[in-house]
């Protein structure tokens, strides 16, 4: 699975420390559809944004938090400039899947590739 690791610029802080250093994985269907079993399902019914920082929640894990407390309320207590970067490191990853399928598609493509071996 692919993961896009970084820092926050301010960080959240939790027992005194601050803790900046996350990774982000990709977006699974069952992070949305985890969404719509949790606490959370009618508001985010009702918000796109807010659907969006529950299933960010849900992809996040951070240094020192245990990922039990990663929860959509922590995140709406986030600096929104740390909430921008990780919707920035959500695009790298989405530009890391499409780079990484293009290059998969290529390879499979390619006259020297294992499975035109032989031919």
């Not at 399902?41 to 920082?53: I, L, N, Q």
């Not at 929860?71 to 919707?87: C, I, K, S, V």
């Amino acid at each position: 699975m692919l993961e896009e690791k970084g820092t926050l610029p301010f960080g959240i802080e939790r027992d005194g420390a601050v803790h900046r250093k996350y990774t982000l994985r990709e977006q699974l269907v069952c992070d949305a559809i985890e969404v719509f079993d949790s606490d959370d399902a009618e508001r985010a019914g009702k918000s796109d944004s807010f659907f969006g920082v529950c299933v960010m929640a849900q992809r996040l894990s951070v240094d020192g938090i245990p990922q039990e407390e990663i929860t959509t309320a922590l995140l709406m207590t986030m600096r929104q400039t740390d909430f921008n970067e990780l919707a920035a490191a959500d695009k790298r990853l989405e530009e890391k899947r499409r780079t990484f399928r293009g290059a998969a598609e290529a390879a499979a493509k390619a006259p020297d590739s294992v499975g035109e071996a032989g031919a």
